[in-house]
């Protein structure tokens, strides 16, 4: 580690790995990497990260439960406005170890273009 704010990623941890059911690459290169992200209703993903922040494209939407690797919840989509109504396209920031619960009644299917740093 280079300075004391530069993230650790393990990668066992990455979501191709560690949540394998729920994600899938579309594409690769040193650049980005494209991410295609599947939750059904009512399923739990495996505590995973995504290293590089990037474009998220809503496919289809549902609401959600993040929560960090010790079970805290990190975000509830059902009490952010903003996620109320999102917009089909959004930016996402790396992040950390967590799990995503689809808590809604329609499956989460996300595109994701990671940009490499």
């Given at each position: ?62 609401h ?6 010790q ?31 689809n ?13 490499k740093?």
């Amino acid at each position: 580690m280079s300075d004391s704010t530069e993230q650790v990623w393990d990668e066992n941890l990455d979501a191709l790995v560690a949540s394998a059911q729920h994600h899938r690459l579309l594409m690769e290169n040193d650049k980005v990497r494209v991410l295609e992200t599947i939750i059904p209703a009512g399923e739990r993903t495996a505590i995973h990260t995504h290293q590089w922040a990037g474009v998220l494209h809503i496919m289809s939407w549902s609401h959600f439960i993040r929560r960090d690797d010790q079970g805290n919840i990190l975000v509830d989509s059902r009490t952010v406005e903003s996620l109320q109504n999102p917009p089909k396209v959004m930016w996402g920031p790396a992040l950390p170890p967590h799990t995503f619960e689809n808590v809604g009644d329609q499956t989460m299917h996300i595109v994701a273009v990671e940009l490499k740093s």
